[in-house]
C-alpha cells in the first residue's frame, strides 16, 4: 500500500506511440492492483505518473500491460516501464519490454532480475514461464525452406513474421532506399554498355564508378598479383578455406615432367609453409543456365607457400578433380604464360565466390544465427538470463533471411539470374556444405587450431577472432556464473537443456554426430555454447559479410559467374579471359547487388553497444561495462595495427561488428 511512481518509455521508431490508452496493473508477491487506464504512450517519450495502490503488494514480480482499441488499432512499442515502491527509501523495479503491445492481448513484462527455474524455488514465475513458452511456440515455428537444409521460422514472406522480428521503420526504409539506388545505377550501367565493345579488362571500369570502397580501388589496382591472390585467403572477404598442409591432397596429381614442383611442394610440407585451398565441395553441382546461355563451375585446388615475410603466394592451381580412366588435370603454374596463369586465378576466385556466399555466409551466418534465433523464441522466456544474453544478438535476423529466401535464393531470384551456382546448384551445394556444420569450427580456437592458422602472424582475421572470442567468452562467463553458482544447477536448468537440445536436435537436424552438445553439463560447457552461439552471430558474420565492397566490386577479381569452361590447355588468350568473365550486364548486378548488401550500414548496431537493458541490478551491467570496455581497448589495438599495413583488416574491429545478422 502508497504511492507508486511509474515511468513508462516508449521507443523511437515512426509508429511507437499510440494514440490509444493503456491500461496497467502491478502483481507482487502478496498480491495483485489495477492502475486503470493511465497513459497514451507518445514516440519517443518517457512518461511519469504516481498511483495510490490500497493493496499490500509485497515485492513487485510483474507489470501487466494492455493496450485499448478506442478509434485506431495502433500497436505501442513499449521499451520499459519503471516502478518504484512506497517512501522516499522505496525500492525502484525495472521491467524490460522492448516489445510491441497490441490490442486486447495482455501483456506480461516479469522483473528484470532475471532468474533460471532452479532460481525459482516458490514457484513465483513458474505459472509465468510455461504460458509464455506455450504461447511462443504457436507463433515461432519451425519451417523448412528446403529438405535437407537446417531449420528456419515459418513463414515464406516477411509479413508472415511475428511483429517482434520485423524491421522498425527506419531500418525497413534505409533497406528498400538501397535498393532502389542499386537498381537505378543497374539501370544506367546497362543503358551506357549496351552497345559498346566489352573486350579488354579496362572495360570493366566503365562500370566501376559508384559505391566502391577505398579498398576496393585498391584491389582493381592490384588484382593480378600473386601476393593479392594469396592475401585473400588470409584476410580476404573468405578466410574459412584456407589450411595448413599436412600431407599432399590425394587429388593432386603431377602430369609427367612436374617432378620437380612435387619436389618443391615436399620441402614447403617438411618446414610446414604449405598451405592449401581445396574447393571439392563444387564438384558435381550442377552449374547455371539463364536465358539459354550455360554457364560453368570448377572445383579448384590451391597449393599455396608462406614466405618468412608472411606473404602467402601461390605454387601451383588444379581447377578439377582428377576423373578415373583419364589423363591428370592440367596444373597451372605462376611460370605459366601470363594469361594462363590470370585465368586460372579468376577461376579460383570465381569459386571462392560461390562458397562464400553459400556456405561461409548464408548457411554458416545467416542460417545457423536463425536457428539459434527460433529456438531461443521457443525454448527461453524473457525472464531466463540467457534470453536476455542472446536477444540483442538476434534482432532483425529472420526479416533479412526472410528476405534473402523471397529475393536472392529463391527461383528466379538473383542468383538463378547471375550466379553460375543459381538455378538449382546452390541448394544441392547448400546441403553438401552441411555436413562441414562442425561445432569445432564455429569456435575459432578449436578452428584456427585445426587449421593451422593460429601462429600466422600474417592472418589478421586468426589474430583477431581469437582476441574477440576471448573477451566475448570472459563476458558470457560472467553472466553465467552470476546466475549458476555450480555444474549443478546448470543441468538442474531444465529449460536451458531444452533449448541446446532444440538447436542441436531440431534446428541443425541432429547435429549430435558432428561434436554439437545435446545438454550442458557444466558452467564452462553453458559459456562455450552461448559463446558460439553469439560469436556466430557476430563477428563470424561480420568478418564474412564487410570484406564483399571491398573484394567483390572489381568482378574481375571475384566473378559472380564464368561463361566458358574451364581451360584444360594453356593456350589461353585475352579473348579467351574476355568470353569467360561476366558480361558487362552481369558485371554491374554483382556491383549492385554487392554495394546494397556491402555497404556500411547506417542502421547499425555495433557488438555490445545495445541500448536495451534487458538486465536489471547493478552485477550485470557491471560486466557489460567491462566487456564495453575491453572491446574499445581491442577496437584501438586494431586501429593502431592497421595504420602499419597497406590493407588495413577492419572486418573484426568491434566498432564495425554488427550485434546481429541484421544485413
Known amino acids: 500500500m502508497g504511492v507508486y511512481r511509474v515511468r513508462v518509455s516508449t521507443g523511437c521508431s515512426f509508429y511507437a506511440g499510440s494514440k490509444n490508452q493503456v491500461q496497467l496493473w502491478l502483481v507482487g508477491q502478496h498480491g495483485e492492483a489495477s492502475l486503470g487506464t493511465c497513459l497514451r504512450p507518445a514516440r519517443g517519450k518517457e512518461v511519469e505518473f504516481t498511483v495510490d495502490v490500497p493493496e499490500y503488494l509485497g515485492r513487485l514480480l510483474f507489470v501487466k500491460v494492455c493496450k485499448k482499441h478506442i478509434l485506431q488499432d495502433d500497436a505501442w512499442f513499449c521499451n520499459w516501464i519503471s516502478v ?36 525459482d524455488t516458490q514457484g513465483f514465475f513458474k505459472k509465468y514461464r510455461e504460458e509464455e513458452l506455450q504461447a511462443r511456440r504457436k507463433i515461432y515455428r519451425w519451417g523448412n525452406w528446403k529438405d535437407g537444409l537446417i531449420l528456419n521460422m515459418t513463414g515464406a514472406k516477411k509479413e508472415d513474421l511475428p511483429i517482434d522480428e520485423r524491421f522498425l521503420e527506419d531500418k525497413k526504409i534505409d533497406f528498400e532506399a538501397s535498393l532502389v539506388k542499386g537498381l537505378a545505377d543497374l539501370a544506367v550501367k546497362d543503358s551506357l554498355n549496351a552497345l559498346a565493345c566489352w573486350d579488354d579488362l579496362d572495360d570493366f571500369n566503365r562500370i566501376f564508378w559508384c559505391g566502391q570502397s577505398k579498398l576496393a580501388v585498391q584491389v582493381k589496382d592490384s588484382w593480378k598479383d600473386d601476393a593479392i591472390f594469396g592475401y585473400q585467403f588470409l584476410n580476404g572477404a573468405n578466410p574459412m578455406l584456407l589450411r595448413r598442409s599436412t600431407a599432399l591432397p590425394d587429388r593432386l596429381m603431377f602430369p609427367q615432367g612436374m617432378e620437380e614442383l612435387k619436389i618443391n611442394l615436399e620441402k614447403e610440407l617438411h618446414e610446414g609453409t604449405l598451405f592449401e585451398a581445396d574447393f571439392a565441395l563444387l564438384d558435381g553441382i550442377k552449374a547455371n543456365n539463364f536465358l539459354c546461355c550455360q554457364q560453368y563451375l570448377a572445383a579448384p585446388l590451391v597449393m599455396l607457400k608462406l614466405q618468412p615475410n608472411g606473404t602467402l603466394l601461390p605454387m601451383v592451381i588444379q581447377l578439377q578433380l582428377p576423373k578415373v580412366g583419364t589423363d591428370p588435370p592440367t596444373l597451372f603454374l605462376p611460370t605459366d604464360p601470363p594469361m594462363t596463369w590470370l585465368l586460372a586465378k579468376c577461376w579460383v576466385r570465381s569459386s571462392d565466390f560461390q562458397l562464400h556466399e553459400l556456405q561461409s555466409h548464408l548457411l554458416r551466418g545467416h542460417l545457423m544465427a536463425e536457428v539459434f534465433a527460433v529456438a531461443t523464441m521457443r525454448c527461453l522466456p524473457p525472464i531466463h538470463p540467457i534470453f ?59 578452428d584456427l587450431a585445426d587449421r593451422g592458422l593460429l ?23 560472467g553472466i553465467v556464473n552470476l546466475y549458476y553458482k555450480t555444474n549443478e544447477a546448470v543441468k538442474e536448468d531444465t529449460e536451458l537443456q531444452t533449448w541446446c537440445k532444440e538447436i542441436t536436435e531440431i534446428g541443425l537436424l541432429g547435429a549430435q554426430d558432428r561434436g554439437f552438445p545435446v545438454s550442458l553439463q557444466s558452467l564452462d560447457e553453458a559459456s562455450r555454447f552461448v559463446t558460439m552461439c553469439i ?110 599495413l597497406d590493407m588495413p583488416y577492419e572486418y573484426l574491429r568491434p566498432s564495425l561488428v554488427e550485434n546481429s545478422v541484421a544485413i
Open 388 to 446: 536476455k544474453l542472446m536477444i540483442p544478438h538476434l534482432r532483425y535476423t529472420m526479416e533479412i533471411n526472410v528476405r534473402a529466401r523471397t529475393a536472392l535464393v529463391s527461383d528466379n531470384g538473383i542468383f538463378d539470374q547471375v550466379v553460375s551456382t543459381g538455378g538449382g546448384g546452390h541448394v544441392e551445394l547448400l546441403k553438401k556444405a552441411g555436413a562441414f556444420l562442425t561445432y569445432r569450427s564455429f569456435c575459432p580456437p578449436d
Open 535 to 644: 560469436f556466430t552471430c557476430t563477428g563470424q558474420h561480420s568478418s564474412i559479410h564487410l570484406g564483399q565492397l571491398d573484394w567483390f566490386t572489381w568482378v574481375p577479381n571475384t566473378p559472380c559467374t564464368m561463361r566458358l569452361p574451364p581451360p584444360t590447355t594453356k593456350d589461353v588468350t585475352l579473348k579467351t579471359v574476355m568470353a569467360t568473365l561476366p558480361n558487362f550486364h552481369q558485371a554491374s548486378l554483382q556491383m549492385s547487388i554487392t554495394w546494397q548488401l556491402g555497404r556500411r550500414q547506417p542502421i547499425m548496431v555495433a557488438l555490445g553497444q545495445h541500448e536495451e537493458q534487458y538486465f536489471s541490478g547493478s552485477k550485470p551491467k557491471m560486466l557489460l561495462k567491462k566487456f564495453q570496455e575491453e572491446l574499445a581497448a581491442l577496437d584501438k589495438e586494431i586501429e593502431m595495427r592497421n595504420a602499419k
Open 84 to 119: 518504484q515502491g512506497p517512501g522516499p527509501s522505496g525500492d525502484e523495479f525495472y521491467f524490460p519490454c522492448y516489445r510491441w503491445v497490441e490490442t486486447k492481448a495482455i501483456l506480461t513484462l516479469p522483473e528484470g532480475t532475471g532468474s533460471t527455474v532452479v532460481d
Open 455 to 477: 601462429e600466422v602472424k600474417s592472418s589478421y582475421y586468426a589474430q583477431d577472432a581469437l582476441r574477440l572470442w576471448e573477451i566475448l567468452l570472459r563476458y558470457v562467463e
